[in-house]
Structure formats: structure tokens, C-alpha cells
């Protein structure tokens, strides 16, 4: 959101003060511990009278965890404020608080906050000593608006979503000062470019598709290359200039007169996540079986229990794994979404279909979403107890936009929450493994909450309380480490209930290209589980994207064929396009002792399996807006194909590196062009790698000790621990010698 013209000028209808001064440092008591409160007037006190009719701003600092410190903006501290995030790594901090003549630090161990005394206002930031961003003259700002400037100004007009913050007149705003060569990465699943820099980012969860600027996953957190994270702690409307308002800060903005951020430490970009993921959530492991191939009805085709069989048995016949049969929207009545109920006409025999499913070795998921269908006898029902959103008249909130007369289930109503989770656990207990949480981003403003939340805080924060749910009922049916969701909309924290999917694409290369960008931009927001719809969503792909697609899909944590009005079984497209499915899945499926242990490890630290090369080569400079070529867990270097003639140019980092499809070294360093044909694509193995190689290529879910190779590659020496866990928790460490490569 703007709100200057030029460097000097406000845009018209804009009025704005500035911390312009540190008048006042005095340590303080927080919940947080130990912290430090500054009172910083909008213009300098030269004369008693200057401390007349002006305001201040009241800047908090405090630490919840090491590495992490709060800063808290207030113009009015009495103003009602929303909370901020459930942050579950928040506690007490130990920080140290030191004041003196040259003002007041806050010590947060890896990260220390220095206020300078007098005027110009400076707020610094050091990570290990050395200063990594700050916040100076007019960058912390109290900001109001005309009625008539909020379209100049940029609020995001979302009357299409429900409602619109363009009802909000007072802003806080933060700058932040970006470096020479700094690079801001995150700010949730986003499809244009990795790197931020000069882009207005709006955090308001929207279902826009892949390839336009909204996000269905708007995380206020960024990450810079300089060795340092921020996190808005704010759930609703956040609005960003990343270096683009102001070209040499980072600009943030929230409607209101409370403004809270923490600023994270790394150096290193995986100890920032690390860090936020410990604050805002780390995943929980995901069950090995969710690994493998996810197969799909696909949205609005044809398809009954008959055709759900056929593709299964033809996938079996051709020796192409599949370890989750997906069931899309039509597995209910249409008008009725959402009620739980399977399609009589379509599917007579629910509870022995799924039990015939589970003899073929399969898990079952079925879509669903939170709103209510008015067709629906549930509508009546939840109406009638208060269980769904309500206008400020009181009359039920719905619209015709994708059900017909459609309600939104008020999760912020713990009666509802009980009543929508008592038709999953049925679901469950019938046979149902897990669940499409689709929606979650179209959620009105113009509403009143049974709790009492703010309207536009509620938008994005919707999501988490959904998702939350859904997750709870598996976890508590199936067991922490065999709960899955396959989620589309998030929010800060949404990490911690994995897996979730990129959304509605096209069926093209470009699209494929995007789809990776906005799976990059997540990792770097904290999520560790990622997925997409192999060969695209909308429209049918050509059989040349489909075997690219696919080949991409297996190279990931979570792999599913799923379309929307035309099938993803391999056979439609053409006899190359099942060898393709069936060399990549078993690859997979080899790959496993390595990929449940990146999940593991996952769980554990925050750091995704498909990562950025910016995850791994940080002193590298070169790999700095790489955003067609990603890591595979820390080991494996997956450049997808996209292009029709197979050709594909890509970094290598330092050192010597190995194709796994073919065995050829080479030397890294620099940038390659090659050339693949469907059944290939650049996958390298990082230089003194010890990869941990499954003997099965039927399944995800095996004894991977049993059979286990490790192969070893060029570029390493001496004896290296290799750590591999089976999905029954035996664990055992392999010695390796690294001089023993494997040929």
C-alpha cells in the first residue's frame, strides 16, 4: 500500500506522522520478560510546548524466544487489538536489557535491538554483531486517510471475496532498510517471481488460480539473504513494498493503531526457519504411505465406482504404484456441498466400496470445504443451532458463488466446530483415510463471528481454525504420525498441518513454471510438505506437458494426478506417458529411505524437503533468483523440463556432481544446457553424498532397511553417519566410507 508521492510528498487525502525522536528509553516488564518500552514523538522536542497537542508513538521491545525479538508500534495503546497469531514457540524470553548514554539494547542472544537516543529515530538490528537492517528517519508511521484516498492510496478492493479493508482509515506502517544486493524471499505461496524485490505483496488469501498476483497462502513473514527473517504478526489484511515504495526498504502496513512484528535471526537462511517454524509451528511427520502416487476422479468428470476400479486395476496392470485413491467433489450430491453424504445414484454401496478399496491396499480421500449448500438438509440444521456465519442483521451470510445459496460454517463457534467434525469422524469410521480441505480463502468481511472476531482480521485467519478441524479429528482417530490433510488455503502457522497443494493451474509449461515458483516462495515461508495437480488443472494438457508434469510431480515430497474436466490417467495421454509414470513412481518409491528421512528431519528442524538453492548454497551468489531448479531434500538437484524440445538450462554449485539417471559427473561451478527426452531430466547428486536406496518399487511403505543400498558419489571423503528410519521408527545408522564410490 502507497501512501507517498515521490520522496518528499504525500499522495493526496494522506496525512502522516513519524517516530521522529527516541525522547524516552526505560526498561519495562513484558510478557515476553525482561524488554524495553521508547516513547517517540511525531517531531523533535526542542521546547516544553513541543510535548503539547503532539503525538507519540510507543515502540515495545521484548523477546520471546533466543534469536527473536518483538517490536510492538502503538499511536493508541488502549485501541482494541486483535492478538496477533497463536504463537506456540512464544514463552519467556532471557533476554537482556542494558541503557546508557547511548541509548538501550535488548540482548536476544544471536540477535540484538539497539534504540540510539535523540533524533534521527534509529532502531537496529544485529545478527552475531553485525547490523542487518534497521528502522530510521520516517519509517515507523502513523498514517490516515480520506475516505476519498483509499483508492489512491492501493487498498486491495475485495467485495468479490465477501468484503473489503478498504473500510480502514488509520494505518501503522514499518520500513525496514534493505542492503546493497539484499534479496527478500517468502510471503507464502506466490507464483510470480521468487525474489520479491520491487513488488506490492497483499497478504489477504484469495482464490485467484496460479497465475495471477493472488495467493490462496499469504504468509506475512519474509526471509532476506542478509541473514535475517520478519514476521508481521498480524492475521489480517498486511500490505508489503518490498523495495518498491521506497527502493531501499521493506515496507509493511496494517489498518489500525497497533503495529507488531518479530525480526528473526539466523545467520544462515535455515536457522531463520528454523527459528519461525519453533515460534509459529513445526510439521508434524507425515505417514509414509502419503508419499506415493495420489490418484484422482478429477473434478467435474463422469465416474462411479466402476471407473474408480478400472483405473485402479489398469494402474496395477501396467505396474504403476498408487497409494491414495482421491475422490473429488462429485462423490456428494451436486447443490448439496458440503453434507457428507455420498451420492446414492452414483455410489449405492459407499461402505463396501471403501472397503474394497482398502483390499486393493489403498487409502481413500474425499474432498470437502466449509460451506453449507442451501439445497442441502444440513443448511436448515446448522441455521437453525447458529452454527453459520451471521449477517450484522442476523440473517445467515450466503451467496450463490459455488453452491447455490451457500452458508459458511462459523468455526469460531466451538458448538459448530463439534458438529462439523462429528460428520468427519462417520466419514472416518467408514472407511475414509483422509481429506481435501479445498476453500478456505473466500471468506466475507462484511459478517459477525460468534466470538466476537474482527471481520477482516478473521479473512485470512479462517483458514487455520478449518484446517484445524479437520486435522484434529484425524490425529485423534489415526494418530499424530498418520494424519494427513491435503490443504489448499493457509496462513501463518499453517505448517503444522500438512500437506498442501498449490492450487488451480493450467495445462501448460508456463503454468508448470509457476506452479514450482509459488512451491519455492512456500518453502521459504516455512512449509515443509508441498504438492500440486500433475499435467495441470484447467484444460488437458498436451501428452508432451503431461510426461514433464510427471516427471516433476515425483520429484517431490507429495505426488497426485488430478484435472478438472478430464482424466489423469497416464493411458490417455499416450503409451510414453505410462513408461514415463512408471519410471519416475518407482524411482520414487526407491527414493524413500531418503525422503521419509528428509520428512523426519522436517519435523524436527522447520527445513522443507523441496528447498530453494538459496536453502543450501547461501555464500553462493549466483543461485540467488533460481527459481527453475530446486533441491530436493539436501542431497538432490531437480531441474525440470520446460520446454516442448526437451532442452533445459540450469546452475550447478561448486563441486563434483553426479546424474542419477545415468551416472555421468561433472563439474559444477556454473551454468548447463542439455537436452532429455520424456524418461529424463537433470537430477544430480550432491558431491559426497551418501543416498540411502530402497529395494521396493511397489510402495512407499516398506522395511527400508530391509534390502537398503547406499550408494555413494564422487566428492567426498572419510566415514560419514547415514541415518535411516523405517515407517515403523526403527532407526539405525549406517557407517559410510566415502572413498567407496558405488558404480
Known amino acids: 500500500m502507497k501512501f507517498t508521492d515521490g520522496f518528499w510528498q504525500l499522495r493526496p487525502g494522506v496525512t502522516a506522522l513519524y517516530a521522529q525522536e527516541a525522547y524516552d528509553i526505560a526498561e519495562t516488564s513484558t510478557p515476553d520478560g525482561p524488554g524495553i518500552v521508547v516513547t517517540a514523538p511525531t517531531m523533535v522536542i526542542a521546547k516544553r510546548g513541543d510535548t503539547l497537542n503532539r503525538p507519540v508513538l510507543t515502540t515495545t521491545l521484548s523477546s520471546p524466544a533466543e534469536g527473536v525479538v518483538r517490536v510492538r508500534i502503538a499511536h493508541h495503546e488502549g485501541a482494541q487489538w486483535h492478538g496477533g497469531f497463536a504463537l506456540t514457540g512464544a514463552g519467556t524470553g532471557s533476554a537482556r536489557v542494558s541503557l546508557g548514554d547511548a541509548g538501550g ?63 480502514a482509515t488509520a494505518f501503522v506502517h ?66 508489503y513494498e518490498i523495495g518498491s515504495e521506497a527502493v531501499e526498504r521493506v515496507q509493511f502496513s496494517v489498518h489500525g493503531e497497533v503495529l507488531e512484528y518479530f525480526v528473526i535471526a539466523g545467520p544462515t537462511p535455515k536457522d531463520v526457519l528454523g527459528r519461525y517454524t519453533a515460534l509459529t509451528g513445526r510439521p508434524p511427520v507425515v ?47 451436486e447443490f448439496n456441498w458440503c453434507d457428507f453424504e455420498w451420492d446414492p445414484r452414483v455410489f449405492p454401496d459407499p461402505d463396501g466400496m471403501l472397503a474394497r478399496l482398502h483390499e486393493k491396499d489403498l487409502r481413500v480421500c474425499v474432498w470437502i470445504n466449509p460451506y453449507i449448500g442451501q439445497r442441502s438438509p444440513l443448511f436448515r440444521e446448522a441455521a437453525d443451532q447458529g452454527f453459520l456465519v451471521r449477517r450484522p ?13 451457500m452458508g459458511l460454517v462459523d468455526f469460531t463457534n466451538p458448538e459448530a466446530t463439534a458438529w462439523y467434525q462429528a460428520h468427519l469422524r462417520r466419514l472416518v469410521e ?62 501463518a502457522g499453517g505448517q503444522s498441518m500438512p500437506v498442501h497443494w498449490g492450487g488451480d493451474s493450467t495445462s501448460t509449461y508456463a503454468s508448470m513454471a509457476e506452479t514450482l515458483r509459488g512451491g519455492l516462495s512456500l518453502a521459504l515461508s516455512g512449509f515443509a510438505f508441498w504438492s500440486h495437480d500433475i499435467g495441470g488443472f484447467e484444460g488437458t494438457p498436451d501428452a508432451g506437458v503431461f510426461k514433464r508434469w510427471t516427471a516433476f510431480g515425483l520429484l517431490g515430497s507429495h505426488s497426485r494426478f488430478h ?33 521419509y528421512q528428509q520428512g523426519l528431519d522436517a ?19 549466483a543461485v540467488g533468483y533460481l527459481d527453475r531448479q530446486y533441491m530436493l531434500g539436501s542431497s538432490l538437484l531437480v531441474a525440470p523440463v520446460f520446454s516442448a524440445d526437451g532442452s533445459v538450462e540450469f546452475y550447478l554449485p561448486d563441486g563434483e556432481w553426479t546424474s542419477l539417471l545415468t551416472g555421468e559427473t561433472v563439474t559444477g561451478g556454473g551454468w548447463r544446457r542439455e537436452t532429455h527426452d520424456f524418461d529424463s531430466l537433470p537430477l544430480y547428486v550432491r558431491p559426497g553424498t551418501a543416498l540411502p536406496w530402497g529395494a521396493r518399487t511397489d510402495r512407499p511403505d516398506y522395511d527400508y532397511h530391509e534390502g537398503l543400498e547406499v550408494r555413494v558419489f564422487p566428492g567426498g571423503e572419510g566415514i560419514v553417519a547415514v541415518t535411516v528410519t523405517a515407517p515403523d521408527g526403527e532407526r539405525r545408522t549406517y557407517d559410510v566410507d566415502l572413498g567407496q564410490v558405488t558404480r
Not at 545478527?127 to 519509517?139: M, N, Q
Not at 499469504?218 to 504478526?233: A, D, K, M, Q, T
Open 393 to 405: 442483521d442476523g440473517s445467515v451470510w450466503q451467496w450463490d458463488l459455488w453452491q447455490a445459496g
Open 287 to 333: 505417514p509414509a504411505w502419503s508419499y506415493g502416487l495420489w490418484l484422482s476422479t478429477s473434478f467435474t468428470t463422469d465416474y462411479d465406482e466402476q471407473t474408480v476400479t478400472s483405473f485402479i486395476d489398469e494402474m496395477a496392470a501396467r505396474e504403476l504404484p498408487v497409494s491414495v485413491f482421491h475422490f473429488d467433489c462429485f462423490w456428494m450430491r
Open 430 to 491: 467408514q472407511g475414509v483415510d483422509c481429506f481435501k480441505t479445498d476453500f478456505g480463502e473466500r471468506i466475507p468481511t462484511e459478517v459477525v463471528w460468534a466470538d466476537g472476531s474482527d471481520p477482516l482480521r478473521m479473512h485470512n485467519l479462517y483458514t487455520d481454525l478449518y484446517n484445524r478441524a479437520v486435522h484434529d479429528v484425524l490425529t485423534e482417530a489415526r494418530g499424530a504420525d498418520d494424519a494427513v490433510l491435503f490443504a489448499r488455503s493457509a496462513t
Open 105 to 167: 539494547s535488548l540482548d536476544a542472544g544471536a540477535l540484538v535491538a539497539r534504540i540510539a537516543p535523540g533524533a534521527p529515530w534509529d532502531l537496529s538490528f544485529e545478527v552475531d554483531g553485525r547490523r542487518v537492517t534497521g528502522s530510521g528517519h520516517k519509517a515507523q508511521g502513523y498514517v490516515r486517510l480520506a475516505p476519498d484516498a483509499q483508492v489512491d492510496a492501493g487498498i486491495v478492493d475485495n467485495a468479490r471475496q465477501g468484503g473489503s479493508p478498504a473500510t
Open 603 to 621: 519435523a524436527a528442524t522447520g527445513i522443507p524437503l523441496m528447498r530453494p538453492l538459496q536453502l543450501e548454497f547461501p555464500e553462493d551468489p
Open 174 to 239: 514499518e520500513q525496514l532498510d534493505l542492503g546493497v544486493g539484499e534479496l527478500v524471499y517468502g510471503l507464502g505461496e506466490r507464483f510470480g517471481p521468487l525474489v520479491k524485490n520491487g513488488q506490492s505483496v497483499d497478504i489477504w488469501n484469495a482464490d485467484g488460480g496460479t497465475s495471477s498476483e493472488q495467493a490462496y497462502k499469504s504468509i506475512p513473514f519474509h526471509l532476506s539473504n542478509r541473514g535475517y527473517g520478519v514476521l508481521v504478526n498480524d492475521p489480517g489484511h498486511v500490505s
Open 563 to 595: 484435472g478438472s474436466s478430464s482424466y489423469r490417467v497416464p493411458w490417455a495421454f499416450d503409451d510414453e506417458a505410462v513408461d514415463v509414470t512408471r519410471r519416475f513412481t518407482h524411482l520414487k518409491m526407491r527414493l524413500m529411505p531418503y525422503l
